[in-house]
Each structure stands twice: as C-alpha cells, then as structure tokens.
C-alpha cells in the first residue's frame, strides 16, 4: 500500500480528487433535477404535511393526552397554518434552494462512500475496517436524526409557535421564507445531533473519552440537555419538552455504551 502511495504524483492525487468530485456533482444534480420535476408532489404531500392538524405526531399526541386525565389535553381540531408569500422570487428560490437540500440528504450516503474512496488507500487494513463501520453507523443515525427532526422535533415546535401570541391583537402570518428556514435548520440539526454516538465512539477510540467521563458529569448533561430541549420548543408544556428531551438523552447514554470504559488505548479499540 505505501508503495502504491509513492508511486501517485501530488498530480496524480489532484486526478484522483477530481474524479470524486465530479461524480458526487453529477449525481447531486441529477437527484437535484428530479426532486425539482415533483417538488410540488413534495410540498403538498411532505413538507406542508406538519401544518395540518391530521399530522400522524398531531393524532398521536391527542390520542394519547385523551387516555390521561392529569395530561394537558392536545386536540387537533382547527389546526391549521396558512403561509404567505412576501417576495415576488421567493417560491422559485426556495423550489430551487428545496430540491438540492434534499438531493444532499438523500445522496449523502454515496457523497460519503466517494469520499471513502478517495482516502481509503491511505489507510491500513484495520484502519479501513474501522472506518467502513462507522460509515454506516453514520448513515444510520444521520437519517435516524433527520426522521426523528421531520416527525417529532419540527412538529411540536411548529405547533406551539404558530399558536404562541404576545398580544391577541398581533396575528401570526408565516412566511413560506421563515417556515422554510425552521424547517430545514432543525431537521439537519437533528440529523448532526444523532452524529454525536459516532463522534464518541471515535473519540473513545482515540483514548480521549471513557465511560467514566459519561458517569461523572451524567447530571451536568441532564441539565445542559433539558435547556437544549427548551430552546427547540419552548413551551411550558411537560409533556411536548420530554418527546425531544428523551430522544436526545437516549443518545447521550448510547454514546457511554460506545466508549471503551477505561481511558486505557488499546489496539482493539481502534479496530
């Protein structure tokens, strides 16, 4: 493998990096061109469906607050958010801006995988070995996160923001600009939150974490974790700050199991 390292010229690997480049455009846009021709299809049907009140999160939170007499009771009745337009370009920005997000989260496997390619060589056998497994670890919990954003997350912070009045006299009118913005922000937030398991587990291999680590400071995170769930819905509603506390809690523990539980560096930690 060094002797296959020597033998590319720094052009050589300039050759191989263009490559990888060019194919991780041209599948970009192609994804991007056809999530483009059903954006409309995608719109109506999947990014608008969190503002009608049959959202499948909204029926599921009344069914389970109407079995719980001590809940606050959520109802999905009149639920309803009404966007506006504001800017005359505004719609064909955000189709265009829409369709390429998009095509990046759905290709975000193979943009990876391409960029695997490319330093792959570099790498020893059990180096690599590592490597392909947190991969797919990363994929994984990547769209787990994004799911997680798109099901959970932007649904209840929607719900309590369009609801939310300082004053009666002052309605709220959406703008498909800031309703875009909400909705993208948080469910690619979610997607890299999810990453943090991953960037344990590598760190752990690297002798930097412990599982001792996570015990010592476990009711520090609690606190740093409940106030991280207030800002993504901040609403008084328990029962709404505990459907994103816990999911993100959950990773916090996942990530403890992950780690080596001594700071101790051994080869098969980084296997």
Not at 109 to 128: D, G, K, N
Not at 211 to 240: E, K, Q, S
Request: proline share 5%.
């Amino acid at each position: 493998m060094a002797d296959q390292l020597q033998e590319m010229s720094f052009w050589d690997h300039i050759d191989a990096l263009r490559a990888v480049l060019i194919r991780i455009v041209v599948v970009l846009v192609v994804a991007t061109i056809g999530l483009f021709c059903v954006m409309p299809y995608l719109f109506d049907q999947v990014i608008l469906a969190p503002c009608h009140g049959d959202f499948a999160l909204y029926r599921l939170f009344e069914r389970m607050t109407s079995s719980v007499s001590w809940l606050p009771q959520f109802t999905t009745e009149g639920f309803q958010v009404e966007l506006i337009n504001i800017k005359l370009a505004s719609q064909f920005f955000i189709h265009m801006s829409s369709s390429f997000w998009l095509a990046l989260v759905l290709t975000f496997p193979f943009v990876l995988y391409q960029l695997w390619t490319f330093v792959a060589p570099a790498l020893y056998p059990r180096e690599r070995k590592g490597v392909r497994t947190a991969f797919l670890i990363g994929c994984i919990m990547f769209f787990l996160g994004v799911a997680v954003g798109y099901f959970v997350v932007f649904p209840v912070t929607l719900r309590f923001l369009a609801d939310y009045h300082v004053s009666q006299l002052v309605p709220n009118q959406i703008s498909l600009d800031s309703y875009m913005d909400t909705f993208l922000m948080l469910i690619f937030v979610m997607g890299v939150i999810f990453e943090l398991p991953l960037l344990a587990w590598l760190l752990g291999a690297l002798g930097v974490l412990h599982r001792g680590f996570f015990r010592t400071y476990r009711r520090h995170a609690i606190i740093v974790l409940l106030v991280l769930a207030a800002i993504i819905t901040p609403t008084g509603d328990p029962f709404t700050l505990m459907v994103v506390f816990l999911p993100i809690y959950m990773l916090y523990e996942v990530s403890a199991y992950l780690v080596p539980k001594t700071a101790k560096i051994t080869e098969d930690a980084l296997i």
